[in-house]
């Protein structure tokens, strides 16, 4: 019987925009998903509270974390670990409520094993040359580290055959809308495989 919430996680390369996109998405009024924030050890950067963006850890704390069990994923990016509270996920999936998820993609893969129900969106740029732009404009990496992250996009951009949908971020409000629709309409194909299971046990 299908009556949990929606697990709805948005990966994609490095600077192809999956934390713009994100950010507008929970700015609407009428958003539905219960964002879930990650557990990090990157250093706050400015104006970002404890608890609202990230939930900051020591080093220690995060392997402690991850020796208790205690995280549905984690990867290791740029010199930091990243990962979600798997407690919140489920509990809130329990409630019946949809939860969000923006991570890389290496944790996206992690998820994809423990949850394989979960509805996949991999955020695409519109060309190569395009996410470099993005990631130069960004201006948070040094040179070399713009060459890493292009050549971890190509490996990246492989993965996209583990997503049940890729959007174009072309435009943001664009690509907003097409995940939201996405959403909408994989509610309304279970809501119609949940009827078609009750009918049939009826007439058992
Ligand atoms: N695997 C994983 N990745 C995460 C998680 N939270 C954030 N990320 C990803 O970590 C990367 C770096 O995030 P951040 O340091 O905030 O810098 P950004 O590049 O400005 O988004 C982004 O690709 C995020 O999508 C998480 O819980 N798990
Ligand atoms: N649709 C878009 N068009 C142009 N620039 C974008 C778009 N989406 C995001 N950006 C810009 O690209 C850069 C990377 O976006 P960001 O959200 O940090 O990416 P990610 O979270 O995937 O690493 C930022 O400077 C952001 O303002």
Do not use: W
Request: with cysteine.
């Amino acid at each position: 019987m299908i009556e949990k919430g929606l697990l709805i996680v948005l990966s994609g390369p490095s600077g192809v925009g999956k934390g713009t996109v994100r950010k507008e998405i929970f700015s609407q009024e009428n958003t539905r998903f219960e964002y879930s924030i990650s557990m990090t050890t990157r250093a706050p950067r400015e104006g970002e509270v404890d608890g609202v963006d990230y939930f900051f850890k020591s080093r220690e704390e995060f392997e402690e974390l991850i020796k208790q069990g205690k995280l549905l994923e984690y990867a290791e990016y740029v010199g930091n670990y990243y990962g979600t509270p798997v407690d919140y996920v489920r509990e809130t999936l329990e409630k019946g409520r949809d939860v969000f998820l923006e991570i890389e993609v290496q944790g996206a893969k992690q998820v994809r094993e423990k949850f394989p129900d979960g509805l996949f969106i991999f955020l695409a740029p519109p060309s190569l040359g395009e996410l470099q732009n993005r990631i130069v404009t960004r201006g948070t990496e040094s040179e070399e580290l713009i060459r890493n992250r292009m050549n971890a996009a190509k490996a990246e951009i492989e993965m996209m055959d583990l997503y049940d949908y890729v959007v174009e971020n072309n435009k943001v409000e664009i690509a907003c809308e097409k995940v939201n629709s996405i959403v909408q309409a994989e509610h309304c194909r279970r809501e119609r495989v949940e009827k078609r299971y009750k009918k049939m046990l009826e007439v058992e």
